[in-house]
């Protein structure tokens, strides 16, 4: 019988060492990106344009160019949303988006994250979604805020122009934008 006391006792040290673990792992504190360069004044050169909801969609989905993951643009929101199969489970993820600032880069903060209704904190799930994401050149997510970042390459190279990202009012269907060769 002494033999089942300690097999319990290192099965609990296993599972208390498990624990720990995944706390320290998943518990990465990631602040809300800056909203300092919020809406980026343009230099007066090139070509203002202005793109709607739907055409911004459609460029950004092409540039990620993968079947699981899809980025939705409305008037509501902007919301990225991920199916992805792990160990024959289907695992959803949403993730709803804000830009906060915009120029050589658009920087989207994740407001609300959720993965197959999973009880864990914004920072947990942002550090999941962070370790696990395989995108694309020119998409990133940061390291120190939660945060997806659009290099303004991705449109250029869409567009075949050298582009910038003045203004984002999803809100009112505009996205404004410099163009120039």
Known sequence: MNIWKWLFMGLLLVNAGIIIWLSTAL?????APSAE????????????????????ESIINDA???ESLAI????EQIALDV????IGLS???????????TGEEVVFELVDINISDLPLSQNMMYGLIKDQSDLPEGISFRDDERALVIDSEVFTEQLEWDVRVDSIDYENDEWYFSITR
Not at 39 to 44: D, L, V
């Open 83 to 86: 199916v992805r199969q792990v």
């Open 72 to 75: 939705t643009v409305d008037e």
């Open 64 to 66: 990620i160019d993968d």
């Open 91 to 101: 695992i959803e993820t949403s993730v709803e988006l804000e830009p906060v600032s």
């Open 27 to 31: 518990g990465g504190d990631y602040q």
């Open 37 to 56: 360069n919020d809406n980026y004044t343009p230099e007066e050169s090139g070509i203002e344009v202005k793109m709607n909801n739907d055409a911004m």
